[in-house]
């Protein structure tokens, strides 16, 4: 038996089209390698766990 149906392998584009930045209000990248959603202007990388986007700062992680 699989979960194939309950874990989502990319994240909906409709949702990256209205996520933004909690902290900057600005555009996030998705890192598909990291499953990630990238703030460039925050310097931060938002996680995405099950195929969905925690969108908090202190769950974040800092870019270099």
Known sequence: MTDSF???STVDPRLLEVLVCPVTRGRLDYDRA???LV????KL??????????MLPDEARVLD
């Open 45 to 54: 990388a938002y996680p995405i766990r099950d195929g969905v986007p925690i």
């Open 39 to 42: 703030s460039k202007s925050a």
């Open 34 to 36: 990291a499953n990630e």
């Open 6 to 8: 309950n874990t989502p």
